[in-house]
């Protein structure tokens, strides 16, 4: 996991939940699900449709999970492992 696929997820997820004024206190271990209000269902739904637009890549109901949002770190992890080997 690069810190520059760490920042791209990030500059999703605060774009997607309009959240700029926070940007600069996330960190691979900040805590995202239940820690950043604007992130409910719905702001899930949209990171996710986000994540897939932007990455190319296509993420299926039963993927979803507490533990992928749990952490901006996990989120980045999860979206690695669906982007094509290098």
Do not use: C, W
Not at 15 to 41: H, K, M, N
């Amino acid at each position: 996991m690069t810190d520059a696929l760490i920042d791209d997820v990030k500059g999703v997820v605060v774009t997607t939940l309009g959240i700029q004024d926070r940007a600069d206190s996330l960190t691979a271990s900040s805590a995202l699900f239940g820690a950043v209000p604007e992130l409910d269902s719905l702001g899930v739904l949209e990171v996710v449709t986000t994540l897939e637009s932007h990455f190319g890549i296509t993420i299926d109901d039963e993927e979803f999970s507490g533990e992928i949002f749990e952490t901006l770190g996990s989120l980045t992890q999860f979206v690695e492992g669906k982007l094509p080997p290098a």
